[in-house]
């Protein structure tokens, strides 16, 4: 039967949605409705707001983009996937995530265009290897990785800021929404697609009474540097140097959990190579000087180096064989939480308050995991320096995975079934992050239920 589809938000979820819907149904209509257009904002620049309370998380101020492929424009573009190896005792809801995880794996990486067949490595230790692809920058967005603009199926809605979904206890009847400054409604829409992004498909659900209207929990990862490593890429068995397949990376990280809480350490190359400095000075900063064109000069053979590793070895050149080992984990649930605000945002809708506080679990199992990778650093007689750096909320390059706001389900059916017409879709479906950037790993749900339940 053909269908008439609306999907809330143009982000990685709306993408990959649109996606399979193409791939399985391109007889059904697709209408999306995105807050931006073409040009990636920022939260301040869309008129968006939100209130960081005590404390420096700033994944909405800083990690929120709006417009064609949402965060997707900006984002690391790391993709992995959930496997049996990623939870120690995961609960059903989680299993069966992890059991989609490995039915769609091949799914995902052809869709991005890029094979990752490389098996995990189990350590002795009992932690693991998992082998990612890092997307390169032109390939990123995956609104326009995917083609999504091109299908033609699909019609756009840009500029409509949804406001409330209509649901009548039963059935979503529709949604509002601030076209040019006027409210309107949608309906005649035979199913919903809620993905704008997680902090926002949460406040709009909260306005519209779906959930709590004082506050959801959430957590997400954490990190810092703990280990200066010199003179090699390999701990043990596993080589943490990037490979280079059609200009993306193949990234590396050693995957582990403790107390119920998932870690991984994963490498920092190259902060300190001049040539990027002084690149990025010269190309983001405009800031010239003959003294700097000096110096991007006189590190030349140190570019060559990179372009013969780069092009004839297909490995990403790690500068002076120096590297930092960044311990990223889980804050454990229960420490942070999304409020409305009083505030209004440009719209004239209530924004968003978060606190978010790292507990003294997670101090503690840093420290004891740092010891771990001490210890194989140490056997491994790899020359390596302790870093004094604090634990920290603030993200860069490839993070940002809120979990565990919309994830308490007994079961992925449970989760499928919660309205009859609309899938609720973010990051905050997953109950944890793992040891993954864990965008990815919610596309098998769409995947499943797009396929068999729609
Ligand atoms: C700097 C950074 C790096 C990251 N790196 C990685 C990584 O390497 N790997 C990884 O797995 N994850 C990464 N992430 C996380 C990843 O970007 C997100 O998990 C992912 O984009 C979430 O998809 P989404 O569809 O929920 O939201 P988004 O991709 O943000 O899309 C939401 C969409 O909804 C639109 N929208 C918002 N509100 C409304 C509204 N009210 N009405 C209509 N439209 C609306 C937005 O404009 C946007 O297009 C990173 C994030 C950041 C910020």
């Not at 990486?109 to 094979?115: L, N, R, S, V």
């Not at 002795?124 to 290897?129: C, F, P, Q, S």
């Not at 003179?231 to 990280?253: E, L, P």
Request: charged share 25%.
């Amino acid at each position: 039967m053909k269908k008439n589809i609306a999907i809330i938000g143009a982000g990685a979820y709306a993408s990959y949605a649109a996606s399979v819907i193409y791939d399985v149904h391109p007889e059904w209509n697709v209408h999306i409705f995105e807050v931006g257009d073409k040009k990636i904002k920022t939260q301040d620049e869309i008129g968006f707001t939100s209130k960081i309370i005590n404390n420096r998380y700033d994944a909405l101020t800083k990690g929120r983009y709006f417009g064609f492929g949402g965060a997707t424009a900006k984002w690391g573009g790391q993709i992995l996937t959930f496997s049996k190896n990623d939870f120690i005792d995961p609960d059903r809801y989680l299993s069966e995530i992890i059991e989609l995880n490995e039915k769609y794996r091949n799914n995902i990486f052809k869709k991005i265009g890029i094979e990752n067949n490389v098996s995990e490595m189990i350590l002795d230790n009992g932690m693991y290897a998992k082998v990612g692809v890092w997307l390169d920058y032109f390939h990123r967005n995956l609104f326009y990785l995917f083609g999504v603009d091109k299908y033609k199926n699909v019609t756009l809605h840009p500029y409509c800021r949804v406001t409330k979904i209509l649901y009548n206890g039963t059935k979503v009847e529709g949604f509002q929404y601030i076209e040019n400054s006027e409210y309107k409604i949608a309906s005649n829409y035979d199913f919903f697609f809620l993905s704008a992004g997680a902090f926002e498909s949460t406040r709009i659900m909260m306005v519209s009474g779906l959930q709590s209207l004082t506050k959801v929990e959430f957590s997400d990862h954490i990190a810092k540097k703990i280990f200066k490593i010199k003179g090699t890429t390999k701990i043990g068995k596993v080589d943490m140097q990037f490979k280079i397949k059609k200009f993306s990376f193949i990234t590396t990280r050693i995957i582990g959990e403790k107390d119920g809480v998932s870690y991984f350490g994963y490498p920092s190359f190259n902060s300190e190579f001049p040539l990027f400095q002084n690149l990025k000075k010269l190309l983001f900063n405009h800031h010239f000087s003959l003294g700097l064109v000096g110096a991007i000069i006189k590190d030349l053979p140190n570019a060559v180096r990179f372009v013969w590793n780069y092009f004839i070895k297909h490995k990403l050149y790690v500068y002076k064989n120096e590297w930092y080992l960044v311990l990223h984990m889980e804050n454990p649930r229960g420490h942070g939480n999304v409020f409305l605000a009083d505030e209004l945002d440009k719209f004239r809708q209530p924004g968003l308050a978060i606190s978010f506080s790292i507990s003294e679990k997670s101090e503690a199992i840093f420290n004891s995991v740092t010891k771990m990778f001490d210890k194989m650093l140490t056997d491994d007689k790899i020359e390596h320096y302790l870093i004094d750096e604090a634990v920290h909320t603030e993200k860069f390059e490839d993070e940002y995975h809120p979990f565990g706001l919309y994830s308490d389900f007994d079961s992925v059916e449970d989760y499928f079934n919660q309205f009859d017409n609309m899938l609720v879709v973010h990051s905050g479906v997953l109950p944890r992050a793992g040891g993954i950037n864990s965008t990815s790993a919610v596309f098998p749900l769409l995947e499943e239920f797009i396929r068999y339940y729609m």
